[in-house]
């Protein structure tokens, strides 16, 4: 049975840092790319940081460029996103989701999975910069 579950959210100050976590069960984490995706009240979902699972190459959007880090434990079944420097506007809930390699890591971020379901994406977890 497959199950993403994600961790590590909770209240920062701007300026600070956050390490969510991604345990996967079910499937083995470096077989599939990886994305963390975030989604605000109002606003539409954005792809934050995608890992490839063919060259372990990344992708960034410019709005955490810099800022966030996407990494992988194969030995843990573990996926991190490592948040520094955040700012209010990266308050949301952060998603981890898992798809089939894509030709290039930034259509994951882009595009996102290409399924749906509880097989492919976590619950969530909240994060809110504010002081």
């Known amino acids: 049975q497959v199950h993403l579950v994600e961790s590590g959210g909770g209240l920062v100050q701007p300026g600070g840092s956050l390490r969510l976590s991604c345990t996967v069960s079910?499937?083995?984490?470096?077989?599939?790319?990886i994305g963390w995706f975030r989604q605000a009240p109002g606003k539409g979902r954005e792809g934050v940081a995608c890992?490839?699972?063919?060259?372990?190459?990344?992708y960034y959007p410019g709005s955490v460029k810099g800022r966030f880090t996407i990494s992988r434990n194969n030995t843990a079944n573990t996926v991190y996103l490592q948040m520094n420097s955040l700012k209010p506007e990266d308050t949301a809930v952060y998603y981890c989701?898992?798809?089939?390699?894509?030709?290039?890591?930034?259509?994951?971020?882009?595009?996102?999975?290409?399924?749906?379901?509880?097989?492919?994406w976590g619950q969530g977890t909240q994060v809110t910069v504010s002081s």
């Open positions: 989701a898992r798809d089939l390699p894509h030709p290039a890591v930034q259509n994951m971020c882009g595009l996102g999975p290409r399924r749906n379901g509880a097989d492919w």
């Open positions: 079910g499937f083995t984490v470096g077989h599939y790319d």
């Open positions: 890992l490839s699972s063919r060259d372990d190459s990344t």
